[in-house]
């Protein structure tokens, strides 16, 4: 039997219903096997294993025959193994439970395993984004964030744009057919922006709104 550990959610990946003129355009999450290449680092830990395994083997045979030089070389083999695997699994677990959202007025993202937060940026908060595409389609969005907007990099780690602690930038990270993710963000921001806002000044000691 499948469990739902957001069921609490009225709207998956949303902590609340969206107004009445906000609407979703997309939805997504990372793809783990992506998310443990490039933000766990699985294949340089695998070829650190493979290598030491490497060394290992052609170390002892040179005192034991091939056979055993072998056998020495298992241990690293099996660590290497238990290492990678600990590696896909922090990373399908940070992929299942992160749900990436983009509504017409800004990007919202449910993230954290351990410790689940649901970071909404409005698209007044963005200044640029950019796109690490792969071969395969997938791909990184990433946001700068404007003005007084700070976030904390170890927090929304592996969210995040990589190398980027000192202004840290939130990102979509390792979406499937991210070109046409970017396109619905690059749409929804222009209109977003391009809407009047709405300002209240003081007159004659009254409120008025002005748009």
Known sequence: MSHDDFNFEPIRGLPEKL??????????????????????????VAAYFA???????????????????????????????????????????????????LTNKRVAMRIGAALTMTLNLPYTWIGTASLDMRKSGHGTLAFELIGEARLSFMMSWPHVRPWRTTRTQPALRCIADAQSVAQIFAEAAETRISQPVVARVEQGGGAVAAE
């Open 19 to 44: 107004p009445q003129d906000e609407h979703i355009l997309w939805q997504g999450s990372p793809d783990a096997g992506m998310l443990a290449r490039e933000a766990y680092k699985i294949r340089w």
């Open 51 to 101: 290598l030491l395994t490497v060394w290992r083997i052609g170390v002892s045979s040179m005192e034991f025959p091939m056979g055993i030089a072998v056998m020495h070389g298992v241990p690293f083999v099996v660590s290497g193994l238990l290492a990678c695997g600990v590696l896909y699994l922090l990373a399908y677990v940070q992929a299942r439970s992160a749900v990436y959202t």
